[in-house]
């Protein structure tokens, strides 16, 4: 069964890579900016859950820190990024 699976996945992963491969630089960026758009989205979404109503600027921030701030000088920068744009 685990090799039937490996199998399978390997199988996709080649088609998969066929397919990003055969793409333009254009269509990767594309690609890559509309998955982290989704993912921006979708952590969005549950701090929203979490956490109810936000405004757009504060929510954006809250995104930044849940996806990079697990980086302490990635969230040092987002914090004074952050303080900076309250102006």
Same mark, same amino acid.
């Given at each position: &069964? =685990?090799?039937?699976?490996?199998? !399978?996945?390997? $199988?996709?992963?080649? #088609?998969?890579?066929r397919? =990003? #491969?055969? &793409? +333009?630089? !254009?269509?990767?960026?594309?690609? @890559?900016? *509309?998955?982290?758009?989704?993912? $921006?989205?979708?952590? /969005? $979404?549950?701090?929203? *859950? #979490?956490?109810?109503?936000? !405004?757009?600027?504060?929510?954006?921030? /809250?995104? @930044?820190?849940?996806?990079?701030?697990?980086?302490? @000088? +990635?969230? @040092? &920068?987002?914090?004074? &990024? $952050?303080?900076? /744009?309250?102006?």
């Open positions: &069964m =685990i090799v039937v699976v490996r199998e !399978s996945l390997n $199988r996709i992963e080649v #088609e998969y890579r397919r =990003i #491969e055969s &793409m +333009t630089i !254009s269509e990767r960026v594309q690609r @890559a900016e *509309a998955l982290l758009s989704w993912a $921006r989205g979708f952590v /969005a $979404r549950q701090i929203l *859950a #979490e956490q109810g109503p936000l !405004s757009d600027d504060r929510l954006k921030w /809250a995104v @930044a820190l849940r996806q990079y701030g697990g980086d302490p @000088a +990635t969230r @040092a &920068m987002i914090e004074r &990024m $952050r303080i900076r /744009a309250r102006g």
